[in-house]
């Protein structure tokens, strides 16, 4: 058995992974196939640069501090597991299952994460410039700090997460859902949010200037002190219950006006009193 163990150890570590301790196998998620060779489940601060780990079952690993740095982990399921501060800068995360992972503090840099979940995910003051995340799914994630500057989030669900204070100038969220997120005080400024769904998004001291809105839906949307300086709103969606920042005039603006549809019963009750009259 000693023999078999020391066997699997000179394996992982020619597939670039460094280990101590206790061994345990990742394997493929359909297939079973043993892919690397990991410490008692914990690869905290382990090296795995360029290591290939693509539909690895990784599901409450601990990969703190590692480095995962050009690694492949496309269709990985990374489920609850504990990456903070680990650096995954390029790594391919294409359709990965990264729901509820404590990411806090990650290096996401250049890295592939389209059609990745992140449902849940907690990435406060995560490092993600440059970052392709193309229909991800961020709904209820925690980006509060979280660095998005120049990231590409086409078509990403954002539904209800915490922006706070995060920084996405020059970001690409065309046609993102927004919808319910916090973006109080973040850093918006020459982003493109084209037909990005804002409904009931807090907006509050965001700077957005020189944003493209166009198309965008700020139903019910909260941009109460918010910088609007040089955005274009064109064509954007409001409602009379869209808060605007002080001094700022709509009017001034070509926005589509969401009228509110009548009541119907009062309409009929009214058109009663006055038949009776």
Not at 31 to 56: E, I, K, Q
Not at 71 to 95: C, F, K, N, P, S
Not at 222 to 248: I, Q
């Amino acid at each position: 058995m000693r023999e078999y163990q020391e066997a699997l150890r000179r394996y992982a570590i020619a597939c670039g992974v460094d280990v101590q301790g206790s061994l345990v196998s990742i394997r493929h998620k359909e297939t079973g196939a043993l892919l690397h060779v990991a410490a008692d489940r914990s690869l905290s601060h382990a090296d795995l640069r360029s290591a290939d780990l693509a539909c690895a079952d990784l599901r409450e690993t601990n990969l703190a501090g590692a480095s995962l740095a050009q690694a492949t982990l496309r269709g990985a399921l990374l489920e609850g597991v504990l990456l903070v501060a680990a650096d995954l800068t390029g790594a391919d995360l294409r359709e990965a299952d990264l729901g509820q992972a404590d990411l806090r503090g990650v290096t996401l840099n250049q890295a592939y994460l389209w059609g990745a979940d992140l449902t849940g995910a907690d990435l406060a003051g995560a490092s993600l410039a440059g970052a392709v995340c193309t229909e991800a799914v961020l709904a209820s994630a925690n980006l509060e700090c979280a660095d998005l500057q120049g990231a590409i989030l086409t078509d990403a669900s954002l539904l209800a997460a915490d922006l706070t204070s995060a920084n996405f100038r020059t970001a690409i969220l065309r046609g993102a859902d927004l919808s319910c997120a916090v973006l109080e005080n973040a850093n918006g400024a020459e982003a493109d949010l084209r037909s990005a769904d804002l409904t009931h998004a807090i907006l509050a001291g965001a700077n957005l200037a020189g944003a493209d809105l166009r198309g965008a839906t700020l139903i019910r949307a909260n941009l109460a002190g918010a910088d609007l300086s040089r955005a274009d709103l064109r064509g954007a969606v409001v409602d009379a219950s869209t808060r605007w920042p002080e001094g700022f005039d709509p009017d001034q603006h070509p926005l589509r006006r969401l009228v509110e549809p009548p009541n119907l019963l009062q309409t009929r009750q009214e058109r009663s009193l006055s038949g009776a009259r």
